[in-house]
Nanobody
Framework: QVQLVESGGRLVQAGGSLRLSCAAS????????IGWFRQAPGKEREFVAS????????YSSDSVKGRFTISRDNAKNTVYLQMNSLKPEDTAVYYC????????????????WGQGTQVTVSS
């Protein structure tokens, strides 16, 4: 079993940057693919980015491509989401999720979820 805890969310001005962290417990963290998702008020949860268990494969949604970067440090059991050039439409609760080996953009395929961290981008 894996427990996930997100951190790093806060209020930031448009154009600014944030780095979110997803810290995981469990000795087998390195065998899990990790996804970042977000949910804005009144909207469905959507895929943001994912990274494979090895870190060699990453994917990003079109809405964040070129601005957000996902990475992982298996020695620290942590996955990061570096967010640059933030826009007001990036405002949402950001969640990380884990599933065995391969990451995917399909949130229904993830087994474990964190509690989320709020990101608010002011214009």
């Amino acid at each position: 079993q894996v427990q996930l805890v997100e951190s790093g969310g806060r209020l930031v001005q448009a154009g600014g940057s944030l780095r979110l962290s997803c810290a995981a417990s469990g000795r087998t963290f390195s065998s899990y693919g990790i996804g970042w998702f977000r949910q804005a008020p009144g909207k469905e949860r959507e895929f943001v980015a994912s990274i494979s268990w090895s870190g060699f494969r990453t994917y990003s949604s079109d809405s964040v491509k070129g601005r957000f970067t996902i990475s992982r440090d298996n020695a620290k059991n942590t996955v990061y989401l570096q967010m640059n050039s933030l826009k007001p439409e990036d405002t949402a609760v950001y969640y990380c999720a884990a599933r065995s080996y391969m990451a995917t953009s399909d949130l229904s395929l993830y087994d474990y979820w964190g509690q989320g961290t709020q990101v608010t981008v002011s214009s």
